[in-house]
């Protein structure tokens, strides 16, 4: 008698939903960071207004650094949904980054800067909480 296994569409119901919240949370900011740069890109300030921030005039630089935190957060996010141990690492160096960021910015943009604060360390508890969890391999 052989014991009956989780369809393939159910995996994700194995996974703890703090986990799964990061991994989504930090997939949907890195597109919409993806966004905010090409609009940085675009020498706008529709976004946010940071002419008078860390990168002055040079507007584009702000728009390379949501890129490069977008494409930590798309990476790490579906990392983290695969259950990788390079997900939770990437997901710290990401959390990090933006609280880095959320302190540079506050003085120009507090609710940007404060929501954005927010969002990095509920990844950081998420990851930190469900640090005893690990991706079990299948066995047939």
């Keep these: 008698m052989s014991t009956p296994t989780m369809p393939p569409a159910l995996d994700a119901l194995k996974r703890p939903g703090w986990l799964t919240f990061a991994g989504v949370l930090m997939i949907s900011i890195g597109c919409l960071r993806i ?3 090409i609009s940085y890109f675009a ?17 584009w630089l702000w728009g390379l650094w949501d890129l490069v935190i977008a494409v930590l957060a798309i990476w ?17 160096i990401w959390a990090g980054v ?7 910015v506050l003085a120009w943009a507090p609710w940007y800067g404060f929501a954005a ?9 998420a990851i930190s909480v469900t640090s005893g969890w690990r991706e079990e391999p299948e066995r047939y």
């Design 35 to 37: 966004i905010s740069a």
């Design 43 to 59: 020498d706008s300030a529709k976004v946010n207004d940071l002419s008078h921030g860390l990168f002055g005039d040079q507007i």
């Design 76 to 92: 790490g996010g579906f990392s983290l949904l695969g259950g990788n141990t390079f997900g939770r690492v990437i997901g710290y």
């Design 98 to 104: 933006v609280l880095v960021q959320s302190f540079l």
């Design 117 to 125: 604060m927010l969002l990095a360390i509920f990844v950081m508890y």
